[in-house]
């Protein structure tokens, strides 16, 4: 069954909505029977990659905060992330276009390593303070999970996949996405924040026992012995 996930890699609580699904995963029987799928969403296609500027005073002009209210939210979310064993250095976050960074994750998804290429993002940016729109950062984070060198330098010196991006953001628009990160269940159901992990496990339980009714398991043949057939023939 498959999970698709719309997130953006500089939205804090993606990173521990991530965290927190994977928890439930954990708990989930059947877990290896999950397909799971990243998608692309940005919260700010117009932002401009500024890499001397903290995430604060971004925040303080593009929500007219007080720099003093944007320390503090930054200071809650970390504290968030802390719970789910992440580590969060919002002080050193590079303010980064993510538009290249999800172009990486989609050549990653060609690959089958789409969630490790946002784990790589994730990291990079909420702990490790690295621009996520550089190019070498991102060929970088593709060497950290087996990506070719050549064909990414390639799909990130060009335009390939930016329709891939753009579909995502589109879809997002129809399956009723307002904000990431945004979960759906095989096309049913949807779980919208990083909820707790047991809310996950629900939303994972209810969906995956409504597609397996309709998607049975194949019956598998462990031995085999004289059988008579449809012809009269028995052997």
Known sequence: MKVEIWSDVMCPFCYIGKRKFEKALEQFPERERIEIEWKSFQLNPD???????????YLSEV???????????????????????????MDQAVVANSFDAHRFVQYAKTKGKGDAAEEQLFKAYFTDGKNTADHETLLDLGRAIGLDDVELSKVLEGNQFADHV???IYEAQQVGARGVPFFVLDRKYAVSG??????????????????????????????????????????
């Open 47 to 57: 932002m401009k990659t500024e890499p001397g500027r903290s995430i604060n005073d």
């Open 194 to 235: 990083a909820q707790q992990p047991e809310t996950f496990l629900g939303a994972l339980k209810k969906s995956f026992a409504e597609w397996e009714k309709a998607n049975p398991a194949p019956l598998i043949t462990y031995a085999e012995g004289a059988t008579c057939k449809p012809d009269g023939s028995c052997d």
């Open 63 to 89: 929500k007219g905060w007080e720099p003093s209210y944007a320390e503090e939210v930054s200071n809650h979310v970390t504290k968030i992330a802390s719970e789910v064993g992440l580590e969060y250095n």
């Open 166 to 168: 753009r579909k995502d």
